[in-house]
């Protein structure tokens, strides 16, 4: 099993047609049983068109109809990717996946009090991963983002992280270490986003395909202390948690828009130590990820 995401899981692209959305779907199609999950593609300007031998529509409520899509990952333009995510919401996607960095904040959050006025007026409920992720893979099955596909391998570890790069790192040493991957899920870096830490660490405590869990957090909000009170009162299985940004001075912006420290409770230390209270095995150290996961699950 997985969580969100498996080989039979059908996806639409939207900006299928530009550079980055081109060479990233190719790579994907090519991954596992993407070419039967990669199904459709969305670009009003070039409806009936085919690449990759994917069909493209004009519109994401279409693309839907005809191939029974239920997820769409986006990689269009800033100035119009809020729309696009509106767009597959109001298609009643089960998920959309939001890789495009740099959205302004005014247009997330214009997105994300449309999708909750949806939902509070009974409409379905659609998941948003991200923006400014690297996606989901369920490793052997389906990648759908820009991650390296060559360092995943099956096996029964997750790894949730708002860092991409060292959501990778911890994909790697498990794989060197032969543990592998249930699924790994890059949440994002941007202060409004969709999933958050605690949304994926429930999916995984309820996923019996996965038996620990790889949290990696970054500073500023409350989103990895949440999840930590959370897990300490719900989750069943193992933890091992690591907070990048140690090192950051307060009220200085470290590269990721949400990785801003207002100060307090928002610091890697203030997080780390809440982790470690609430049952995590913590590290400071982020190559000991996956050596720590190892001496957990014996």
């Known amino acids: 099993m997985s969580i969100y995401v498996n080989k039979n899981t059908k996806v639409i692209t939207q900006g299928i047609t530009g550079k980055t959305g081109q060479f990233h779907t190719e790579k994907c199609i090519e991954y596992a049983n993407g070419k039967n999950c ?5 670009n009003p300007k070039k ?5 990759f031998d994917v069909p493209i529509y004009a519109t994401v409520k279409e693309a839907a109809k005809e191939t029974g899509a239920t997820v769409s990952v986006i990689y269009v333009p800033p100035v119009g990717a809020a729309a696009a995510i509106w767009e597959a919401v109001e298609a009643d996607l089960d ?12 247009d997330m959050l214009v997105v994300r009090n449309k999708m909750k006025a949806k939902e509070a007026a009974g409409g379905k409920k659609t998941l948003l991963l991200g923006p400014n992720c690297p996606g989901i893979i369920t490793p052997e099955e389906i990648k759908i983002g820009i991650m390296p596909a060559h360092i995943h391998k099956k096996g029964r570890i997750g790894v949730v992280s708002r860092s991409g790069t060292l959501t990778y790192e911890a994909v ?11 699924s790994a ?14 949304d994926v660490m429930q ?17 500023g909000g409350s989103d990895e202390a949440d999840a930590a009170r959370w897990c300490k009162d719900n989750m069943k299985k193992p933890i091992v948690g690591f907070i990048a940004g140690v090192t950051a001075p307060p009220g200085k912006r470290m590269g990721h828009a949400g990785a801003l420290i207002s100060g307090g409770a928002d ?6 130590a809440i982790m470690e209270e609430c049952g995590f095995t913590v590290t400071r150290n982020p190559s000991e990820m996956g050596a720590l996961i190892k001496k957990l699950i014996g």
């Open 38 to 42: 990669f199904v459709a593609g969305v």
């Open 95 to 106: 998920m959309v996946i939001c890789i495009t960095e740099g959205i302004p904040i005014k």
């Open 267 to 272: 610091t890697a230390d203030a997080k780390l």
């Open 203 to 219: 999916a995984f405590n309820d996923d019996p395909d996965t038996d620990a869990v790889i949290m990696i957090g970054e500073i």
């Open 47 to 51: 409806a009936g068109e085919k690449i």
């Open 185 to 198: 899920v890059g949440i994002g870096g941007d202060p409004i986003n969709g999933l958050k830490h605690i």
């Open 172 to 182: 790697a040493q498990l794989t060197e270490l032969g543990l592998g991957q249930s």
